[in-house]
């Protein structure tokens, strides 16, 4: 009987591949979570109907920070200049770039040579707001080193520009976000050919001011109110009326001077007699408080306004009268150079809410631009914002690590763009050979590095 064909064992059902696991349903993506339809991102052609996406370049350029060179805070009780140079940088500001580039170094070097002055400078280069520009605006923070000053400003060179105003606003703005010094005679240098946009350019490619929505006269009064003196020098002698009256005004509600500039031989001696004068006024400031302070103290209880101002005229007369014997009232070098607006005019921006409004008292004529009934920008929560994101933008941490040195411990710098070959001032109580630790900041002591900020195990 033939044998049954062994019934061919059904190949036991190819295990159906596992029904692919069905790619678990590619855990469908989450269904993208349709990006969440970008919250009110409705109806996105009126959202941006009447502008571009990007119309034009991000205010601040980075600057690489890294091995950037501090100086060395001094021992000795000294008076303090905190001064910032902001410096048009467009194509036709190249005679200007060269002559500070041979004489910012001299002039610090000037300031230093008073044995009881701590000087910090900074410079804040700009261009202008136009997509094709390489940069708006730069910040090279104070320093004390003379060397590092020298490569901020001997790395800069006049290009772009475009149209006849430039990032004017955006620079002062820069400036008055720095990091200035309580007690410090506070003293900003612009040296520029143009005026900021919005104020009735032919051509002007932002004629509602400044496309950030900043406005110079907010910024100039709120650097008055924080003691910062500006200086203009206007290095073109081919400037309209309006402009040189903008700087003019600009200066004079911050107590400074504008100055044209024919040469570059005037600017030195402008500014140091324009720092030693802010250095004088603040130490004046000094005496009076110290006195104010005694007199409380002498009499056991607060003194009375008249009092207060009675004391502080005494002390200004005293100081006025050394000043007439030792000095000159005007700068030499300057006296015949000084730009005043007209009182007029004067009158205007000092009461004028923003740029636009000016701009319309200036011309008689609507200013197209926005409206000047616009309530002033909050400066102290924008300043607040920029100092945030400055701070963001060079949270680069430096790492340190701790190394055998014949019997010694020593802390070396292992962050690129620092000398790894120096030694770091470190607390000895914490040295561990191999251990590392990110510090907030280093400044280059000249010798060896000293650590700013804190100390975190990595």
């Given amino acids: 009987m033939p044998k049954k064909k062994a019934v061919p064992k059904k190949k036991a059902a190819p295990k159906k591949k596992a029904a692919p696991k069905t790619k678990a349903a590619p855990k469908t993506k989450a269904v993208p979570k349709k990006k969440a339809v970008p919250k009110t991102k409705a109806a996105p052609p009126t959202a941006r109907a009447t ?269 006025d009268n050394k000043k007439g014997k030792a000095k000159k009232s005007t700068p030499a070098s300057g006296s015949n150079a000084f730009i005043v607006p007209p009182d007029n005019r004067l009158t205007q921006a000092r009461n004028a809410q923003n740029l636009m409004e000016l701009k319309k008292l200036w011309h008689g004529a609507p200013s197209g631009g926005a409206s000047s009934s616009a309530p002033p920008p909050d400066m102290a929560s924008r300043i607040t914002a920029m100092r945030e994101a400055r701070e963001a933008r060079s949270t680069d941490k430096v790492i340190v690590e701790c190394v055998a040195e014949g019997k010694k411990i020593r802390a070396r710098i292992v962050s690129s763009g620092y000398d790894t070959k120096k030694n770091v001032q470190f607390p000895s109580k914490i040295r561990e050979v191999g251990k590392r630790f990110v510090v907030d900041m280093v400044v280059d002591a000249g010798s060896f590095y000293r650590v700013k900020g804190n100390i975190v195990a990595e």
């Fill in 51 to 319: 502008a571009p996406v990007k119309d034009h370049i991000e205010a601040v350029a980075e600057v690489d920070l890294k091995g950037y060179k501090y100086g060395v805070e001094p021992t000795f009780a000294a008076a303090s200049l905190d001064l910032v140079f902001i410096l048009d940088c467009t194509g036709s500001m190249g005679s200007t770039i060269a002559a500070c580039q041979k004489d910012i170094n001299s002039l610090t070097k000037t300031l230093r040579g008073n044995n009881n002055l701590d000087v910090r400078v900074a410079l804040i280069p700009y261009r202008d707001h136009h997509l094709n520009e390489k940069f708006c605006t730069k910040v090279y923070p104070f320093t004390r080193d003379l060397d590092q000053m020298q490569t901020n400003v001997n790395s800069q060179y006049a290009d772009g520009g475009g149209d006849t105003p430039e990032a004017v606003t955006a620079a002062l703005f820069e400036g008055l976000c720095l990091e200035w010094r309580g007690e410090a005679a506070k003293q900003i240098v612009i040296m520029a050919d143009a005026g900021p946009h919005g104020l009735s350019y032919h051509g002007d490619q932002f004629p509602g001011g400044d496309p950030d929505g900043k406005d110079p006269l907010s910024i100039a009064r709120e650097m008055e109110s924080l003691g910062i003196t500006v200086y203009s020098l206007l290095t073109s002698n081919s400037m309209d009326s309006n402009t040189t009256w903008f700087f003019g005004c600009l200066s004079t509600i911050t107590g400074g001077n504008c100055v044209r500039a024919a040469n570059s031989n005037l600017l030195k001696n402008i500014i140091i007699e324009g720092a030693t004068d802010a250095v004088a006024n603040e130490e004046a400031m000094r005496k009076i408080r110290e006195n104010l302070d005694a007199l409380r103290k002498k009499k056991g209880r607060s003194l009375t306004k008249s009092e207060e101002a009675k004391e502080t005229a005494r002390i200004l007369n005293k100081s």
